[in-house]
């Protein structure tokens, strides 16, 4: 866990750096160089985890789904012309069901909701071609989220029990280039490809009378490029919206054809 936190930290002080280190070189400019542009965000995805991997091949023995629905506040900064640096903060509603413990006393399966945590991450942004009406950017989006512990009774032995079940984190990478269609009045269709990537590791403690013990999953989406249909309304220089959509296929296992993960993202944008 400490080396996610050492990347974010990494992460958002290279943005702090940037910000810093071009906002005096360009304070001789006019202050419209340096825009900061504020956002809020609210997404959907379900993805397909994998965990528990054989120990001889490394082949993936157990999937379930992973649905989380989140927002997020997005405060970025325009550190010069075409590069964009920010830095994210949000709450997510995360569902860990179908995860099952086998080496505790009694083996469980999560089926107990949503668990809520706090995100927290970055976004780099670099304008990369623009030929005509056609633009292609280079983004990176890194999000993690620390979910809390939640406290269940488990009622269905002679004996009472309790169990903690803790998410520890999961951990989403996006990473790839956009290409946007500018010809039209208000509305950019664009097309985004990328490496999109989700980690993480669920805990669980379980007591019954005497016997205590605990078990941790470590998960990984089988699906890892996302294909992104979307579009931004701009209805003013100061206000944008946009809206999109995101197909993530996989492979299933061996002569088990084709699976596909999903996810959807509207985010607002203020410019100042």
């Known amino acids: ?56 091949t490394n082949e993936d023995r157990y999937s379930s789904r992973l649905p989380s629905l ?73 999000v993690i989220y620390f979910g809390s512990t939640k406290n269940l009774e488990i009622t269905n032995l002679n004996t009472g029990g309790t169990l903690d079940a803790k998410p520890d984190y999961w951990l989403r990478a996006q990473i790839g280039p956009v290409l946007s269609y500018k010809g039209f009045e208000y509305f950019s269709p664009f097309l985004r490809v990328t490496y999109d990537k989700v980690w993480g590791k669920f805990s669980v403690i379980e007591t019954i009378g005497d016997l205590k013990g605990s078990e941790e999953k470590k998960i990984s989406s089988k699906s890892i490029i996302g294909f992104t249909l979307g579009t931004k309304y701009e209805s003013s220089p100061n206000f944008s919206l946009k809206a999109e959509g995101t197909l993530l296929p996989f492979k299933k296992g061996t002569n088990r054809g084709w699976g596909f993960d999903y996810g959807g993202a509207l985010h607002a944008i203020f410019s100042f």
């Open 70 to 142: 989140f927002g997020l506040l997005h405060l970025d900064y325009q550190i010069r012309k075409g590069s964009l640096v920010g830095v994210l903060f949000g709450y997510s509603l995360t569902d860990f069901e179908g995860l099952v413990f086998r080496q505790i006393p009694i083996s469980v399966r999560y089926r107990a909701g949503c668990i809520g945590g706090f995100l927290v991450g970055a976004d780099l942004g670099q304008d990369l071609i623009r030929s005509g009406y056609f633009e292609m950017k280079a983004i990176a989006q890194f």
């Open 1 to 56: 866990m400490n080396r996610f936190r050492r990347l974010f930290l990494l992460l958002l002080g290279v943005g702090a750096a940037s910000i810093l280190i071009v906002s005096p070189a360009s304070s001789q400019e006019t202050v419209s160089k340096i825009p900061f542009t504020p956002g809020l965000s609210f997404e959907y995805f379900s993805r397909t985890v994998s965990w528990d991997p054989d120990p001889t």
